[in-house]
């Protein structure tokens, strides 16, 4: 069926580089889909471009200048915005990443991502060591984090003559991303998905627990995926003080025996299980009815294991039933990885370096490999939401087999 954009708007922010010229053709794919397509420059991009080619394509005038007379008598950019079902920053030098990344409002691509309330899409293009800066990293990793999705350079020959990572990629690929992003894939209707998200207490006492740094982000993204692509989804929780993710049935618990009781009793016909919790591993062998109070000397406490719930789900697994571990590593990634592949009875692990650059707890990133008995899939540095994506993405893939 060929995809259609009938009825979308879509905010096109043009900076200044020399792949600007790529863009009058990924305009032109948008508008001949449907989409009511509107253009935002730099200055810098008109002076590689100019405007009249943009407004000729889309059929639209194109934004240039803040400063100017209103079309309406309503502030511009705020109608802009809010009329805006994608906005897609292509190519995004290294300067207007930036300026995105501060929360500048110095033009009217930055302006307006500063009011949109629908995805982003952005495309950086740049010589290789500007792109591979790890202030650019880091500014990228800003915006994944807003959940914008950005999308990887090509290697090739740059404007500079030299060769690197930092060519736009085909609009092909650009328009290709749009459309995933307009029109959200329902590919797990019917399905029955089971998330387990962030950490558990252990308790010692009444007001003492052993815990650890999980906050449940990366599960209640991998619940909201899950829940947008149609599932029935189940999402058993640690405490945690992010807000439930809307159309999930959620379960709260404290401790991992808790954590296994509601798993256990959600498994049976689950279609995809994923264990992005980081539940306990050990719990105090005692539990101190009254509070423990200092005694002037070492106080030395004894642990006991506590049940492995991905193993224990891995081992009532039926024919059908994926199910997905992830591991937790600040060492030898792969190879422990590939032990808990075996230990879990596992599809496949999501492997992640706690220790990398905006991976692991807490963050808003994550950087995560794909461990089967056979592939090793290394994903480049994404925001939680597009790691839970490829998650399901690939669970899904396993589902006929
Ligand atoms: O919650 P965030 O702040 O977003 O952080 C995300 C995360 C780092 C917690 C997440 O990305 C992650 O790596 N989760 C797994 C944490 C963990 O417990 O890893 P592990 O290697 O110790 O455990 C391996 C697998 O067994 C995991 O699927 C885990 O859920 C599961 N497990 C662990 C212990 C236990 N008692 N029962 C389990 O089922």
Same mark, same amino acid.
């Given at each position: 069926m060929t995809p259609t954009l009938q009825g979308k708007c879509i905010l096109v922010g043009v900076s200044g580089?020399? #792949? #600007?010229?790529?863009v009058v053709e990924v305009v032109s794919r948008l508008v001949k889909l449907g989409a009511s397509v509107h253009v935002l420059m730099t200055r810098a991009a008109t002076k590689l471009v100019a405007p009249l080619t943009f407004q000729a394509i889309s059929g639209n005038p194109v934004r240039v200048e803040l400063m100017q007379e209103q +079309? +309406? &008598?309503?502030v511009d950019h705020v109608n802009l915005s809010h009329q805006a079902d994608l906005l897609i920053i292509a190519p995004a030098t290294a300067n207007t990443i930036a300026n995105l990344a501060g929360g500048h409002a110095s033009d009217w691509i930055t302006v307006v991502a500063l009011g949109v309330r629908c995805p982003v899409l952005v495309v950086p293009a740049m010589e290789a060591e500007m792109y591979a800066h790890p202030l650019t990293q880091r500014n990228i990793a800003t915006l994944t984090g807003l959940g914008w999705r950005v999308m990887e350079p090509e290697e090739g020959r740059l404007a500079s003559g030299l060769y690197g990572k930092g060519r736009m990629p085909e609009p092909e690929a650009i328009v290709a991303e749009a459309l995933k992003l307009l029109q *959200? %894939? %329902? /590919?797990?209707?019917g399905r029955r998905v089971l998330i387990t998200a962030g950490t558990t207490w252990e308790a010692l006492d009444p007001v003492r627990f052993i815990s650890n740094r999980s906050t449940g982000k990366m599960g209640y993204a991998l619940a909201a995926a899950a829940a947008a692509r149609g599932a029935d989804v189940t999402l058993v929780s640690g405490p945690s003080s992010l807000p439930k993710p809307p159309g999930v049935r959620f379960v709260g618990v404290e401790s991992c025996l808790q954590m296994l009781e509601a798993c256990l009793e959600a498994f *049976? &016909? +689950? /279609?995809i299980t994923v264990g992005a919790a980081a539940p306990a591993d050990y719990r105090p062998a005692v539990y101190h009815e009254q509070k423990i109070k200092r005694q002037g000397q070492r106080l030395v406490l004894e642990l006991v294991e506590n049940p492995d719930i991905m193993a224990e789900l891995g081992r009532r697994k039926r024919p059908g039933q994926v199910t997905v571990a992830f591991a937790a590593e600040t060492a030898n990634l792969v190879e422990n990885a590939r032990a808990k592949l075996v230990a879990k009875n596992a599809d496949f692990v999501v492997a992640n370096d706690v220790t990398a650059e905006g991976a692991g707890f807490g963050t808003d990133t994550n950087r995560v490999t794909f461990v089967t008995a056979t592939e090793v899939e290394e994903l480049p540095l994404l925001s939680k939401a597009e790691v839970a994506d490829r998650i399901l993405d690939k669970a899904v893939s396993l589902l006929g087999r």
């Open positions: 580089g020399i #792949a #600007a010229y790529k +079309t +309406t &008598g309503h *959200p %894939r %329902r /590919d797990l209707e *049976p &016909g +689950t /279609d």
